[in-house]
C-alpha cells in the first residue's frame, strides 16, 4: 500500500510540479505528524473551510465530532478536499519574487463515510493514542452516552497528493551578486513544558516526562 499512487484529475500538480510526490508513506508522515487538518465543502449558505482534530489508522484519515455537527451531515452527502499544511521554514531570497517557503503540504479528495458502532470504539482510542501513546489505557473510557452522541467519520487516502519543498533560495543569476543577506529562517513546532492541572496529584507518567524531549 506504500507504493506512489497515480495522480487523477483533481490531484494531479501542475503549478510546479517537480515538488510533488504520490508517495504513500510521504503522505502518511504528513498526515500523522498533524493534529489538525482544514475540510472545504459547501452548502445552501455557501462554501467553508472548517478546522478540525485528525489522525490517521491504516489508509484512511479520521475525525470526530457531534451528531449535530452541521459539518458532518454534510460530508455524508458530497465530495469534499481536506488539506494538511507544515510550514518548516522562511525562504529569503535576494530578490523579492523569489522569497518563498520550505513546507509540507496534503491534498485529499473523496467523500467521507460514517463509522459504524463496532468500529467507532477503536478508532477513538487510536486517536487517543495519536494524542499521547499510552494514554488511552489510564483514562475513564468513553462511555455509552458519550459514544451516542459522537460521530466518527473516515475518509480513504487513496485519491491525494503532497507538495513539498526544500532547500535554499532559487535566485536568478543576474541577482547572485546583490549585497542581500539569502537563507533560510527554519521554523519547528516546540513542545513547551508540561502545566499540571491545579489539583492534580498524580506523578507525571513516562510520556509526560517525555514531552520536552
Not at 147 to 172: N, S
Amino acid at each position: 500500500m506504500n507504493k506512489p499512487s497515480a495522480p487523477t484529475p483533481r490531484t494531479q500538480v501542475k503549478r510546479v510540479a517537480d515538488y510533488a510526490s504520490y508517495d504513500r508513506t510521504l503522505l502518511h508522515a504528513i498526515v500523522d505528524s498533524a493534529y489538525v487538518c482544514h475540510i472545504a465543502f459547501a452548502d445552501a449558505n455557501g462554501s467553508h473551510c472548517i478546522p478540525t482534530a485528525c489522525w490517521r489508522d491504516g489508509d484512511w484519515l479520521y475525525i470526530h465530532g457531534s451528531n449535530g455537527s452541521r459539518m458532518l451531515k454534510r460530508l455524508q452527502e458530497q465530495e469534499c478536499c481536506v488539506t494538511i499544511t507544515h510550514v518548516d521554514g522562511l525562504v529569503l531570497a535576494r530578490a523579492a519574487f523569489n522569497h518563498s517557503m520550505n513546507y509540507r503540504s496534503a491534498m485529499i479528495y473523496g467523500r467521507f463515510e460514517a463509522v459504524d458502532e463496532a468500529h467507532k470504539r477503536v478508532a477513538m482510542e487510536a486517536f487517543m493514542e495519536h494524542m499521547a501513546p499510552g494514554r488511552q489505557r489510564e483514562v475513564r473510557a468513553g462511555n455509552d452516552k458519550e459514544y451516542a452522541a459522537t460521530t466518527v467519520m473516515r475518509i480513504a487516502l487513496a485519491e491525494a497528493a503532497c507538495k513539498t519543498r526544500t532547500g535554499p533560495p532559487k535566485d536568478d543569476e543576474e541577482d547572485m551578486q546583490l549585497p542581500v543577506w539569502a537563507g533560510v529562517l527554519p521554523l519547528k513546532a516546540a513542545h513547551g513544558m508540561p502545566v499540571v492541572d491545579e489539583g492534580c496529584t498524580v506523578p507525571a507518567p513516562a510520556y509526560v516526562q517525555a514531552w520536552r524531549g
